[in-house]
């Protein structure tokens, strides 16, 4: 039997303007969960924010200029990035506070 272990991320969060349905954060959102490194992404349009998990050893300098790239692209702006360690999760319940951003499936 083999036993995974978790190895933490980088958790990015992303303020994003320009989003005003629901429609606009799926589109960031795909945008976000297609570039490399990402392992999940959630976006959320009223807030305009947007937290993605990477995976490690992604860089995330490297991943924001990959991301206001992107987000450009789909028609929004990136207003700032700020890059956090992804926290353990406890036992018994996910890292993020049951958000999902942190790779489980709250």
Do not use: N, W
């Not at 991320?9 to 990402?38: H, I, P, Q, Y």
């Not at 206001?68 to 890059?83: C, K, N, P, S, V």
């Amino acid at each position: 039997m083999e036993i995974m272990t978790h190895v933490p991320g980088t958790v990015v969060e992303l303020a994003v303007s320009g989003m005003t349905c629901d429609g606009c954060s799926s589109s960031v959102e795909k945008a976000l969960t297609g570039l490399a490194g990402v392992k999940s992404a959630s976006v959320d349009h009223a807030t305009g924010r947007a937290v993605v998990l990477l995976e490690a050893g992604t860089s995330a300098e490297d991943f924001a200029f990959d991301a206001d790239a992107a987000i450009h692209d789909e028609g929004y702006t990136l207003e700032g990035a700020q890059a956090r360690p992804e926290r353990a999760p406890k036992s018994g319940g996910g890292g993020c506070g049951g958000g999902g951003a942190c790779g489980c499936s709250h």
